[in-house]
């Protein structure tokens, strides 16, 4: 994958972000904290809004051929860009709230949002991959899940209700995170697989990459409604 993607641009737009996060959740002030948490946003929300509004209804416009050669050169671009903006976004913007003071009583609803995030994605990553009888799958499943339900049980006696607009902002997070790492991403396996395949089915290729394109649309637009909340959240008053 990372070969298709070409080496150079798979390691940069990963280390790239990683990097900033790291940067700003030890030494950067509040403002570079907020910098990298909002150009990671506007990158992954900006690109997806694209995929989903311009690409996705031009490359229905093709014929299946024409489609996968697309996401062919696509698809491995955007498994390592992708879900590299949007754990830097998501990230960045928890431990940014947690900062500035905006996220009461963080660490129940943390252990709840890690355990509704982690076990749905895994389960749809094993679904989607055909992998559950695989122990590669099965040993990250049983560890993430006894893990964060053991986190929850731990903290949930000082369950308290936090900001809500956090609470908001953590349920819409959980619908993206869901939707991009237990849907899209496997997805995007699979058309790497396919493409791999000693003979590679273009309406397979172009039926996944379309699915997918019109799924990056509706991340964008929970993206959209996220950026309202954060606003929100912010200024305690929509800007209209």
């Given at each position: 994958m990372g070969e298709r993607a070409n080496p150079a641009f798979a390691v940069a737009v990963i280390i790239l972000p990683l990097a900033a996060l790291g940067y700003a959740m030890t030494v950067a002030s509040v403002q570079q904290h907020t910098y990298v948490h909002v150009m990671a946003g506007v990158l992954w929300t900006g690109i997806d809004i694209f995929i989903g509004a311009v690409l996705g209804?031009?490359?229905g416009g093709l014929d299946e051929e024409e489609s996968s050669a697309v996401f062919q050169r696509l698809t491995p671009k955007t498994t390592f860009l992708l879900p590299s903006l949007a754990f830097v976004t998501i990230a960045g913007g928890i431990t940014l709230a947690q900062r500035i003071g905006?996220?009461?009583h963080a660490e129940s609803w943390l252990a709840l949002f890690t355990a509704v995030n982690l076990v749905p994605i895994l389960l749809l990553f094993g679904w989607r991959l055909n992998v559950w009888d695989d122990l590669r799958w099965q040993v990250p499943f049983g560890l993430?899940?006894?893990g964060s339900l053991a986190w929850v049980a731990l903290t949930i006696g000082e369950f308290e209700m936090t900001e809500p607009t956090v609470a908001v902002a953590l349920a819409i997070v959980t619908?993206?995170?869901?939707?991009?790492?237990g849907f899209l991403l496997p997805g995007e396996l699979r058309i790497y697989r396919e493409m791999r395949s000693a003979r590679p089915?273009?309406?397979?290729?172009?039926?996944?990459g379309q699915q997918n394109a019109m799924l990056g649309g509706v991340q964008g637009l929970f993206q959209l409604l996220l950026i309202l909340d954060m606003v929100y959240?912010?200024?305690?008053?929509f800007p209209f």
């Open positions: 209804p031009v490359i905006m996220f009461p993430a899940t006894v619908i993206l995170s869901v939707q991009g790492f089915d273009p309406s397979v290729i172009s039926a996944i959240l912010r200024y305690g008053s």
